[in-house]
């Protein structure tokens, strides 16, 4: 059974920063491409930053310079450092585990975490 669960959101002013964690069970994590993906309140969710097991990183363009995608093979984990937030990075930011190893097709995901920016 797959699970993922994300934490370090919340609220936060424009400029500042957070770091949103996830952690990966019940999965080969070490193996396969993780990603971020973020849905704004009245918006379809979109693709954030993505980290292949060789961990190599692609970002959105909106995000690049500001946001770091990471991982912990040995913790499981997963990570989204952001910084300079602005109100537009308001949304519900969700992990994703690819069931392939590119970074394509079916994903598992976490519940989510609520970011805020004012």
């Known amino acids: 059974h797959v699970q993922l669960v994300e934490s370090g959101g919340g609220s936060v002013q424009a400029g500042g920063s957070l770091r949103l964690s996830c952690a990966a069970s019940?999965?080969?994590?070490?193996?396969?491409?993780m990603a971020w993906f973020r849905q704004a309140p009245g918006k379809e969710r979109e693709w954030v930053a993505r980290i292949r097991s060789n961990g190599s990183t692609g970002y959105t363009e909106s995000v690049k310079g500001r946001f770091t995608i990471s991982r912990d093979n040995a913790k499981n984990s997963l990570y989204l450092q952001m910084n300079s937030l602005k109100p537009e990075d308001t949304g519900v930011y969700s992990c994703?585990?690819?069931?392939?190893?590119?970074?394509?097709?079916?994903?598992?995901w976490g519940q989510g975490t609520q970011v805020t920016v004012s």
């Open positions: 994703a585990a690819y069931k392939l190893r590119a970074c394509v097709g079916d994903k598992y």
């Open positions: 019940g999965y080969n994590y070490g193996s396969y491409c």
